[in-house]
């Protein structure tokens, strides 16, 4: 029986070696779900195969404890038999054939005894092997429990390993942008452009200025031209002299 404990742990101990392996080693999620799967039905054959073998030698236990107790009956009955026979010889005073019964029934009991004390002898190991089994079964429908639960969230493990990567790799892409100032370059720009726009106002400021300039030539011109009339004017008798009102 004991064989067949450590032969059950070292299929446990396989089954965590390979999980841990393909979870470490893993690239590819999906894949590594399918191969722990494979893995995983593997490994319960393999305990299946075990524990089925575990399961007949306790049989074996169990047929051969009945086949004690059937026999130690049997031995019994003989010996009884064997006794009255001696009895009945002795009674007729056949002494000789009496004390042969007698020591046929001594036999039969010993045979008896025997088959007893291994029938005895064999119940605390079927009973320990019986609480052993129990747990084995109940060690392997937990493993088939798990093999069904990690095969209906397949997809979703899947899903969630490669979100998880994405993730990751989204998180590494940030880590490789300036994150001190990250409008640094727009800021430049901006910059850029509010000179360029402080250039074309001044131009136009100089283009207005300008145009100021020349209609000031025109109005200075005027008032010379103005003054030169008049001081013609002057010259030709006092044409443009205004006239003094002496209040009469």
């Known amino acids: 029986m004991s064989d067949k404990q450590s032969i059950f742990g070292r299929i ?8 841990n392996a393909l979870i470490d080693q893993a690239e590819d999620p999906e894949k590594m779900i399918d191969q722990l799967i494979r893995d995983f039905s593997s490994n319960i054959r393999e305990a299946e195969s075990a524990i089925a073998q575990t399961i007949g030698n306790l049989r074996m236990l169990e047929d051969d404890h009945r086949e004690d107790l059937r026999a130690a009956q049997e031995w019994g009955g003989k010996a009884l038999a064997a006794s009255a026979k001696a009895d009945e010889f002795r009674s007729a005073g056949n002494t000789v054939d009496a004390d042969k019964f007698d020591n046929l029934a001594k036999v039969a009991i010993s045979r008896q005894l025997d088959a007893e004390n291994e029938a005895r002898a064999a119940e605390p190991q079927i ?3 019986t609480e052993i089994v129990e747990k084995l079964k109940s ?3 937990n493993m088939k429990l798990k ?3 990690l095969t209906s969230k397949r997809n979703e493990l ?3 390993a490669k979100t998880a990567d994405a993730q990751v790799q989204v998180n590494n892409a940030l ?3 300036n994150v001190l100032d990250p409008t640094s370059d727009l800021g430049r720009f901006e910059d850029k452009v509010r000179r360029q726009e402080a250039l074309a106002r001044g131009q136009q400021e100089l283009a207005a200025s300008s145009i100021d300039a020349q209609f000031n030539q025109l109005e200075d011109l005027g008032q010379l031209t103005e003054v030169e009339a008049r001081l013609a004017a002057l010259k030709q008798g006092g044409a443009s002299r205004p006239a003094i009102d002496d209040g009469r």
């Not at 101990?13 to 390979?18: C, I």
Request: hydrophobic residues 40%; positive net charge.
């Open 12 to 19: 446990s101990q396989l089954l965590r070696a390979n999980i």
């Open 127 to 129: 009973t320990s092997q």
């Open 139 to 141: 060690g392997l429908d």
């Open 147 to 149: 093999l069904q639960q």
């Open 158 to 160: 899947a899903a969630r």
């Open 175 to 177: 880590q490789s942008i």
